[in-house]
């Protein structure tokens, strides 16, 4: 089993930035893809940001040109950095890993909230 530790949420004003953390450790051989997804209360997850353990990148429309996801393989970490913030970024953010070809792990969630 792959555990997931998130870091970096908290309560930021609208056009403020926050950077999440979350680094995988466990039985991992390979990591295919590492991202968060996003849930508001009363809404479905929704996808933040993914990225592959080749670099290549896949953003939501809503947060295009505003976050920023980056890994670090070796360390099994991926980071969201989160700039211009806006109120309908609040949610519970979830790191997401797709390990050992076939086998998915989410984290615990951590809270953003982007409130003047």
């Known amino acids: 089993q792959v555990q997931l530790v998130e870091s970096g949420g908290g309560l930021v004003q609208p056009g403020g930035s926050l950077r999440l953390s979350c680094a995988a450790s466990?039985?991992?051989?390979?990591?295919?893809?590492m991202g968060w997804y996003r849930q508001a209360p009363g809404t479905q997850r929704e996808l933040g940001a993914t990225?592959?353990?080749?670099?290549?990148?896949n953003y939501a429309d809503s947060v295009k040109g505003r976050f920023t996801i980056s890994r670090d393989n070796a360390k099994n970490t991926v980071y969201l950095q989160m700039n211009s913030l806006k109120p309908e970024d609040t949610a519970v953010y979830y790191c997401?890993?797709?390990?050992?070809?076939?086998?998915?792990?989410w984290g615990q969630g951590t809270q953003v909230t982007v409130s003047s």
């Open positions: 997401f890993v797709r390990y050992n070809i076939f086998f998915n792990s």
């Open positions: 466990g039985s991992i051989s390979s990591i295919a893809v």
């Open positions: 990225i592959t353990n080749g670099g290549s990148t």
